[in-house]
């Protein structure tokens, strides 16, 4: 049983196409993260919501706390983007999490 | 800049060998996770510690164990290297920024 679902697992898109990602939840949750992983690298953190939205550069995610859904978008993708994005939700414990298992985002030039 | 470090990026081990990854964080969080990411399969939690000496089994425990003695410092302890933990280990740190050490790739031959 996943507790989260990303979708799609897999994207290829063309340099300067807007991206989204999504992900579903079942969980109660306290938060909702999106994480970034380059191939070959660390996680890093690109965004904490618990509610609305929220924008940093190219990148927005948004989340509906209702309908247990959140999306990650890019605009104006680059090839640096080339990444995986995972989806992880945190439950209201504080201290337990689950992932997604991730979707490979291509950027190609 | 917060920070989560871990003493390896990369580890190749004999079966049955004793095996000690260390995860040292910066950020005063009470939380600290053991993570191992397999292709296909996400991320597993082996462990968590809310506190200093404090451990809680996560998903797949069978064959590791860990130590925390100080707040900052939290190991995995693999206690007799099985091929089957070729791996890519991944410490966190919680709560907010829910934060990654950069990684320890394990091979066990």
């Known amino acids: 049983k996943n507790e989260v679902e990303q979708s799609p697992q897999n994207l290829t898109a063309q340099e300067g196409e807007f991206i989204t990602i999504n992900c579903s939840y079942s969980?109660?949750?306290?938060?909702l993260h999106w994480l970034q992983q380059h191939p070959g690298g660390g996680i890093v953190s690109l965004f904490m919501?618990?509610?609305g939205k929220k924008k940093h550069g190219r990148l927005i995610a948004t989340i509906n706390i209702q309908e247990k859904h959140s999306s990650l978008h890019i605009t104006a993708s680059h090839p640096r983007d080339s990444a995986v994005y995972i989806c992880a939700v945190e439950r209201n414990t504080g201290n337990q999490f689950y992932f997604g298992t991730g979707t490979s985002l291509t950027v190609i030039p | 800049d917060v920070k989560v470090t871990q003493s390896s990026r990369y580890l190749v081990k004999r079966t049955g060998e004793k095996v000690f990854l260390e995860c040292v964080q910066d950020m005063d969080h009470e939380n600290m996770f053991w993570y191992r990411q397999d292709p296909g399969l996400g991320l597993r939690l082996i462990y968590f510690s809310y506190d200093v000496k404090m451990k809680e089994k996560g998903d797949i425990p069978e064959g590791y164990s860990v130590s925390r003695e100080k707040k900052e410092r939290f190991s995995l302890i693999l206690e007799s290297a099985s091929t089957n933990q070729t791996s890519m280990y991944l410490c966190a740190s919680s709560p907010y920024p829910l934060t990654f050490g950069s990684g320890t790739r394990l091979t066990v031959v």
């Open positions: 969980v109660g949750i306290s938060a």
């Open positions: 919501l618990s509610s």
